[in-house]
């Protein structure tokens, strides 16, 4: 059994543990309100130019005739080889979210490589370089230190790099793979297609006479014309999508140490009083022994 002194420095140990878990448990509130703001701000933005460029694409095919692809981006052929954007965090401690997202990744590229598809990695974030480091599948590119609040600027390399394998040929398609924030509690990891775009059919909802229907753009004239906005679109969109998978890993990271941190806490309270009532046993079992040394030599002296 364990000593008084020894429960009291591991009781010291758990002690500062605790308090370390609950600051970060602390910061982790603090970036999360944040983080959260900016994935709800930008997840309309990112859904909007989705359906534009669905509307767009749609008029531009009908005005199109015979003269082949709107756009590279949006051309579709045979799958031989994917690629896959693989958004982790950079720092752990934050329970199992980068396992989670790294095992979804891994599942889909290894039905990918059975079906005789090679894949390759695009990885963005430390903790999924690490993952992927005893593992045979190639990496083309490696992104760290995004920030915990990234910009555009500091996202748009690792769009830019799917791209230009797509367009090279060098992947005939890609998905990004990232954990999706869905409320403090809940992060999913999700599998979505990142190249070729598909852009979803133009809205057919029927206007009323007289009135114009806010779902219905069909008629609208775009200046300039819709190969030339595609041109322009179709790169930053794919960035956006991008950037929007970002921002959810980051208030995924967030809520999911929180979270971690807050459990930790708790199990050090718990642990402490453990180790408070296993003190307090030991101390009991010191004082009794002293008293009955105390009464065994008295009754000796007393013969």
């Given at each position: 059994?364990?000593?008084?002194r020894?429960?009291q420095?591991?009781m010291r140990s758990?002690?500062n543990?605790?308090q370390i878990?609950?600051?970060?448990e602390l910061i982790?509130?603090t970036?999360?309100?944040?983080?959260?703001?900016?994935v709800?701000?930008?997840r309309?933005y990112s859904?909007?130019?989705?359906?534009?460029?669905?509307e767009?694409?749609?008029?531009?095919?009908?005005n199109?005739?015979d003269?082949?692809?709107?756009h590279?981006l949006l051309?579709r052929?045979p799958?031989?080889r994917v690629g896959?954007?693989l958004i982790?965090s950079?720092r752990?401690l934050?329970?199992?979210?980068?396992?989670?997202t790294?095992r979804a990744a891994?599942?889909f590229?290894?039905r990918?490589q059975?079906?005789?598809?090679?894949v390759e990695?695009?990885?963005?974030g430390r903790?999924?370089?690490?993952?992927?480091?005893h593992t045979?599948?190639p990496?083309?590119?490696?992104?760290?230190a995004?920030?915990?609040y990234?910009s555009m600027?500091k996202?748009?390399?690792?769009a830019?790099v799917?791209?230009?394998?797509f367009?090279a040929?060098?992947?005939?398609?890609?998905?990004?793979?990232?954990p999706k924030?869905?409320?403090?509690?809940?992060?999913?990891?999700?599998?979505?297609?990142?190249?070729p775009?598909?852009p979803?059919?133009?809205?057919?909802?029927?206007s009323?006479?007289?009135?114009?229907s806010?779902?219905?753009?069909g008629?609208?004239?775009h200046?300039p014309?819709p190969r030339?906005?595609?041109s322009?679109?179709?790169p930053?969109?794919v960035?956006?999508q991008v950037y929007?998978?970002i921002?959810?890993?980051?208030?995924s990271e967030?809520?999911?140490?929180m979270?971690?941190m807050?459990?930790?806490?708790d199990?050090a309270?718990?642990?402490i009083?453990?180790l408070?009532l296993g003190?307090?046993?030991?101390r009991?079992?010191?004082i009794t022994r002293?008293?009955?040394?105390?009464?065994?030599?008295a009754?000796?002296?007393g013969?």
């Open positions: 059994m364990a000593t008084g020894e429960i420095r591991r758990v002690r543990i605790r878990t609950k600051a970060m982790a509130v970036r999360l309100r944040r983080a959260q703001q900016r709800l701000a930008s309309p859904s909007k130019m989705r359906e534009l460029i669905g767009i694409a749609t008029q531009a095919g009908a199109a005739g003269d082949g692809m709107l590279p051309e052929r799958v031989t896959v954007v982790t950079d752990g934050c329970g199992a979210l980068n396992g989670n790294l891994l599942q590229s290894y990918q059975n079906g005789g598809k090679p990695f695009i990885v963005v903790k999924g370089m690490l993952g992927l480091r045979d599948f990496l083309k590119s490696e992104f760290t995004i920030g915990d990234p600027v996202t748009n390399p690792v830019r799917a791209i230009q394998a367009l040929g060098e992947i005939d398609e890609a998905v990004i793979v990232f924030f869905v409320s403090t509690l809940k992060q999913e990891p999700t599998i979505l297609p990142l190249l775009i598909d979803p059919p133009a809205s057919s909802k029927a009323v006479p007289g009135q114009a806010a779902g219905h753009t008629d609208l004239l200046e014309d030339t906005l595609l322009q679109l179709l930053r969109f960035e956006v929007q998978s921002l959810e890993t980051v208030a967030f809520s999911a140490r979270v971690a807050r459990n930790a806490t199990n309270t718990e642990l009083k453990e408070q003190y307090n046993k030991a009991q079992a010191t002293e008293i009955i040394e105390v009464s065994s030599g009754a000796a002296q013969r």
